[in-house]
């Protein structure tokens, strides 16, 4: 059961638009930047929005992040084949003293 | 370019002991807090522990406490996991990751393999 709440699949047909929500609480989510990050299959996670909303460089402006109060989302317009991943939400959890991840989305582009 | 490498990975049995090791380069490595991050086969992400750029602070995961140490060595630029009474449930994929600030992690290693079964 992880300390983030994650859907566990989200689908949409390429070229449509797809959002991914990451609900916390006041100790994780309400105080503390969120990352993004998305794991295609057999390789290391990659970050893809940290601060909640920027991107590192290389990451196209068709992936943004937001939060608001507990929850935070992950948005990716233009759907690509190429977008099919797991993608995870990260932050740290300041009563646990602890970093914690959601559990994991599963995006399957149509 | 930025590189981390794990490497101490392997078969071992419940109660044993494992020390992982990642090799940093390309950064100043003394100027980044590292962590340590797990992924047992076919389950997400769980984060096990991280510790400042000059070791004074250390947190970890609850279900390891007691059981792992994380430390460095800025000279090597290296950063360790020493695992002990290691059980089943510790099977997983152990990534090292650098994180700039903010608890978010820019880069990650390739990730090494312990698997804990008699």
């Known amino acids: 059961q992880s300390v983030l709440t994650q859907p566990p699949s989200v689908s949409a047909a390429p070229g449509q638009k797809v959002t991914i929500s990451c609900s916390g609480s006041?100790?994780?989510?309400?105080?503390?930047?969120v990352s993004w990050y998305q794991q295609l299959p057999g390789t290391a996670p990659k970050v893809l929005i940290y601060d909640n909303n920027k991107r590192p460089s290389g990451i196209p402006d068709r992936v943004s992040g937001s939060k608001s109060g507990t929850s935070a989302t992950l948005g990716i317009t233009g759907l690509q084949t190429g977008d099919e991943a797991d993608y995870y939400c990260?932050?740290?959890?300041?009563?646990?003293?602890?970093?914690?991840f959601g559990g994991g989305t599963k995006l399957t582009v149509l | 370019e930025v590189q981390l490498v794990e490497s101490g990975g392997g078969l071992v049995q419940p109660g044993g002991s494992l020390r992982l090791s990642c090799a940093a380069s390309g950064f100043t490595f003394s100027s980044y807090w590292m962590s340590w991050v797990r992924q047992a086969p076919g389950k997400g992400l769980e984060w096990v522990a991280n510790i400042k750029q000059d070791g004074s602070e250390k947190y970890y995961v609850d279900s390891v406490k007691g059981r792992f140490t994380i430390s460095r060595d800025n000279a090597k630029n290296s950063l360790y996991l020493q695992m002990n009474s290691l059980r089943a449930e510790d099977t997983a994929v152990y990534y090292c990751?650098?994180?700039?600030?903010?608890?978010?992690?820019?880069?990650w290693g390739q990730g090494t393999l312990v698997t804990v079964s008699s």
């Open positions: 990751a650098r994180d700039p600030y903010s608890f978010h992690f820019d880069y």
């Open positions: 990260g932050t740290w959890d300041s009563s646990l003293s602890e970093g914690v």
């Open positions: 006041s100790s994780n989510i309400g105080n503390n930047y």
